[in-house]
């Protein structure tokens, strides 16, 4: 049996910045509430025009985390691909990255797992090196949220959260088990799928009969947030989650080198800190630059730790996220 683990990773974020300052222009927030109740000062929004969309930044961050991991792009056996916002509604955005990197017929799969994409992307991919399966796979998150979003006062609270990017992680397998992906646990609780989702279009109500009524009341094809119960489920689950995965590993909160949570609020983030006692260094933050990138807020996370030298040979990582399912899991990993 065989272990997984990470050897190249890559980001890729839009130029576009957009403030705080920028959405008081075009709805009644401001640049104080959102920073209070968020944390986030600005996020990127892929500018209408320019070519980047899901599957291209997706193919952008893997090009990096490709060349860093000196495997090239023919020896990936499986793509993962996690998102919410693929590119069209079918096929899914794995196989247009499969295409663009020039890899002839390895299978390319999404994952639809909304804010804990990633964790459940690397958990299946980890699975598939244990097995022996497969040795080399492509792990990408990437999301388009920006030009999917209601940037009137309506949707405040939800537009001012989102933003776009894309990060990827090559793994591969090794015959160490006690180094790369210890442990991962998932969890999803369908019960709760409509407090935070995008139900329209849907196959009850196809795009055709939208269009058709073209009525301006309609707000199924935005996202909707219940924020409150999102919030108060999140700090419970993210908190469970880790600590499963540190009895797993059998570490206390003070053995973590670095803690990834997925990028929801800065709020939520700083509750989990809070509560396993840790240190700012152990915990990597960076919504306030990015804001909430879904699928793709872990792998950019972890690229950027990595490449501002907080995770190093032998260090202990812990990911961890929870979104829209509700779905959430955590993965322990030595590094
Ligand atoms: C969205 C969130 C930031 C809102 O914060 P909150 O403290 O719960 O705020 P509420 O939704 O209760 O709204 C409080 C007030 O702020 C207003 N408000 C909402 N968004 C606003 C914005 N962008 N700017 C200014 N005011 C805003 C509301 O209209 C409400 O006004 P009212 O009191 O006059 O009715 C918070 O609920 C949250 O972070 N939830 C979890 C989000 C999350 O993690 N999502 C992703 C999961 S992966």
């Known amino acids: ?36 109740r968020t944390g986030i000062k600005e996020r990127r929004h892929i500018k209408k025009g320019s070519d980047d969309s899901t599957s291209s930044m997706g193919v952008k961050a893997s090009k990096i985390a490709l060349e860093r991991s000196g495997i090239d792009a023919k020896e990936i056996d499986l793509i993962l691909f996690a998102t919410l ?8 955005s794995g196989v247009l990255v499969q295409d663009e990197l020039g890899i002839p017929d390895c299978p390319a799969m999404d994952i639809r797992m909304q804010c804990s994409g990633f ?9 598939f090196i244990k097995t022996g399966m497969y040795k080399n796979i492509l792990v990408i998150g990437s999301e388009y949220h920006s030009g999917g979003l209601d940037m009137t006062t309506r949707g405040r609270n939800i537009s001012v959260i989102f933003g776009d990017g894309a990060g990827a992680v090559v793994i591969t397998r090794t015959k160490k088990n006690d180094e790369g992906i210890l442990h991962s646990q998932l969890h999803s609780e369908g019960k709760y799928a409509k407090e935070l989702s995008l139900i329209g279009p849907n ?14 009341n309609d707000v199924s094809y935005f996202p909707y947030m219940n924020g409150q119960f999102v919030f108060k489920n999140a700090v419970i689950r993210f908190s469970e989650v880790i600590m499963k995965g540190l009895e797993k590993a059998k570490w206390k909160p003070s053995d973590i080198d670095m803690l990834i949570p997925h990028q929801a609020n800065l709020r939520i983030s700083q509750f989990v800190q809070k509560k396993f006692g840790l ?5 990597y933050n960076n919504i306030q630059r990015y804001g909430n990138t879904t699928a793709a807020s872990i792998p950019i996370a972890l690229t950027e730790a990595w490449e501002e030298g907080k995770i190093n040979n032998g260090s202990k990582v812990i990911l961890a996220a929870f979104g829209s399912g509700f779905t959430w899991g955590s993965i322990t990993m030595k590094w």
């Open 1 to 36: 049996m065989y272990n997984s683990k990470i050897i190249g990773l890559g980001k890729y974020l839009p130029s576009n910045v957009v403030t705080n300052s920028d959405l008081e222009k075009i709805m009644d927030t401001s640049d104080v509430w959102i920073q209070e």
């Open 85 to 92: 916002s693929p590119d069209y509604y079918f096929p899914g």
């Open 119 to 127: 964790v459940y992307a690397l958990a299946t991919a980890d699975q």
């Open 203 to 216: 196959t009850g109500r196809w795009v055709p009969e939208i269009i058709n009524k073209n009525d301006p």
């Open 279 to 283: 240190s700012d260094n152990q915990v």
